[in-house]
Every structure is written in C-alpha cells, then in structure tokens.
C-alpha cells in the first residue's frame, strides 16, 4: 500500500501545488487522482516516484519512507506512463519496451523475449516489433508505453493522463485494455486523469482535489455519485452524475418481454395482443433485423427495406442499466433489444420498464445506506 501522509509541495515562489494532502492507496487497485487544472495531481503522482520532493510530510510504501530508498532504485521499481508515451524515436518498438530491463541488467536476448511477451498482452501484433515510434498510429504508441511500463514486472504503475492524446474510440480501447491487463496482473495503479467518465470507469477509489491540491473527496465511484461531499465535488462531477450512478446498476434483472418479437416470415401469435406499436422481427437464428410496424407483422408480409433500425443491443448482466437505458432512447420505437453473447435475441424492454427497474435500485440502494448509518 501506498500511503500519503500530510504532505505538502511548497515552490520557492510560495506557490502551494499540494495541501497537506493524505491519502491510502491500497494495493492491486487503481486509485485516480482527478481534478480541475492546477489542482496538484501530477505534482502528487511524481512526489510519489520522487521527481519532485515533497515541502513537507511523508509517502510510504508498504510502511517505509520512500525517502529511504536511493531514488534511481525507486524509479526503477515503478512502471511510468505519460501522455504521447514519450517513446525513444531512434530505438525499435521492441527495444522502447525492452529500456528497463536492461538498465537492471538483464541480457538483450531475455529483454527482448520479455518485450514480446507484453507487446502479446498489451494487444499489440508481433510485426510491429521492428518499427519505431514514428511508424505507429497514437494508441499502437501509447500500448508500447504501457508495455514499456510493466517490462520489468513492477508492484507500482503510474499513469499521468496516458490516453489524453487520442481519439475517443482509440481511448476506449486502451481504457478497456488497461482494465483487462489490471484483472490479469493486479498491479497497484495511480492513475491521473482530467476526465470524470475516465475516473469514474477506470477507478476502484477516486480522489477529486480542487484547486491548491487540497483534497476534496476520496471514495469508490459508486459513492462519489450517489453522495458528494460538497457543492465542488457535485459540480465537478457534472449534471448528468445521476446517468453516470446507473453504471453501477446491473441489468440482469430487467423483465425482457418476447412477445414482441416475431421472426422473419413467421405469423406474428400472441405479439399481436401485446399492444405494442411495433414488434421486432429477428432472421431464422433469432439475431435482430429490425422493427416493424404493428399492422404489417400481423399481416404477414414484412418488407426487409421497410423495417426501422434496431439500434445498438445490450446483454443482460454483462451491461448495466446504463447502457440498456442508453439502448432504449436510441431505439426509433423506445424499446431496447437484449441479446446473449452471441448475438440471438432474448427479449426486448421498454423505457416504461428501464425507468422502474432504476426506481426500484435507487429505493434498494437508500435502503443500504440507512442499514450502513444504523451500523455504524
């Protein structure tokens, strides 16, 4: 664990970028320092590897003064990551990976063997070994930093705004690649970022500062959401955190109907008394085609060219109500499609229903809260 005992980062100028800050970041997490500009989180992400030393105060890992430690071997043990990778332009992607392992002495052969492995996990294809920098899309670079970072097996990762520097598809990617190598290898992360969707999706605690890197908050995501500390924080969070709280919802046991589901060809049966405006007709293997008007299902005869767009599907359990509610104001008709994991249809569900099944986790989730405050 790392912990961030009352430290203080006072310039010669007087300027205070960090405030008597004091954090626990526990082990195999990722921990998100997020705030507005000039907050102080990457001045505190590099006190933590000793770029910059703290004013005052203390940082321990695993209980020891981080001072302790000669601070080349301190860098040494912890991965770093920062925006636009900051890769060596005249070594090969291979050898950019290979960088810290070989200054702790290992042969080039077992570096290199150590590079492949991770370019392997970071999802990186093998024939990109050879290239340099230069050759590579943003995210195929930022993947080589990350690689770069976990090359010599460290307990601690730092990551200073990593994926800022890409497109929203790329960072998405990286953002979901990032989580999948953390199920894996369950580093202890510190990860900093500007973007409240970023901290919120990669987090497990989230720390928001304001301005003077005081600390204003420190939670889970979950909790950030449902229960700001204080006007900053809920403004800093933004109007739609009651959309964001619902990622924390499982759709698993959302009522799905088939009734409105009809395949291509087939008679429509029972759909037909469901009232709804329309029914989704599914091919012979009961993946999605599209919506099609009440009148015309009934009758039989369902034109492929006049069919509405399904939208984007959701699976149930594996999306929260988020995502199934996204998929329902989507949807031309209002209603989301739900599917298993490869594709077929398992029912559809209205908005009418989505909004209950939020109602009822809102009302379970007060309930915890006052069972947790009489426990305490």
Not at 39 to 55: F, Q, S, W
Not at 196 to 201: F, L, M, N, R, S
């Amino acid at each position: 664990m790392i912990r961030i005992d009352s430290v203080t980062k006072r310039y010669p100028d007087g300027t205070v970028a960090v405030d008597r800050l004091s954090l626990d970041i526990p082990d195999r997490s990722i921990t998100v320092l997020v705030g507005p500009s000039g907050c102080g989180k990457t001045t505190t992400l590099r006190m933590i590897n000793r770029m910059v030393e703290p004013t005052e105060g203390t940082i321990l890992l695993d209980g020891e003064d981080s001072r302790r430690q000669p601070v080349t071997t301190l860098r040494r043990s912890m991965g770093y990551v920062i925006q636009n990778a900051g890769l060596f332009q005249h070594r090969t992607i291979v050898d950019n990976i290979a960088t810290v392992p070989r200054m702790l002495g290992w042969g080039k052969q077992r570096a290199r063997e150590r590079a492949a492995e991770l370019m392997e996990r970071v999802g990186l294809d093998p024939s990109l070994a050879k290239r340099y920098p230069y050759q590579l899309s943003g995210g195929q670079q930022q993947r080589v930093g990350v690689a770069r970072a976990l090359a010599a097996d460290p307990p601690v990762l730092l990551m200073d705004e990593p994926f800022s520097a890409v497109d929203p598809v790329v960072r998405k990617g990286l953002q979901d690649e990032l989580l999948r190598i953390q199920d894996e290898l369950g580093k202890t992360i510190v990860f900093v970022t500007h973007d409240i969707d970023e901290a919120i999706k990669l987090g497990t605690m989230v720390a928001v500062l304001r301005e003077g890197g005081r600390l204003a908050q420190y939670a889970p995501p979950a909790e950030l959401l449902s229960h700001p500390a204080d006007g900053f924080v809920e403004d800093f969070l933004g109007a739609d955190r009651g959309i964001r709280r619902l990622s924390f919802f499982p759709s698993a046991a959302l009522e799905l109907t088939t009734d409105a589901v009809i395949r291509s060809g087939a008679a429509a049966g029972p759909a037909a008394a469901t009232g709804a405006a329309h029914l989704l007709v599914t091919d012979a293997d009961g993946r999605p085609l599209g919506w099609a008007a009440r009148e015309e299902a009934t009758a039989g005869d369902v034109r492929a060219d006049r069919l509405l767009p399904y939208g984007r599907p959701f699976t149930p359990g594996a999306d929260s109500l988020r995502v199934a509610l996204d998929c329902a104001v989507l949807s031309p008709v209002g209603w989301a499609v739900a599917v298993d994991g490869d594709g077929r249809v398992t029912g559809v569900v209205s908005q009418q229903t989505i909004g209950e099944a939020i109602r009822a986790a809102h009302t379970e989730g007060r309930a915890d809260t006052e069972k947790a405050g009489v426990a305490e």
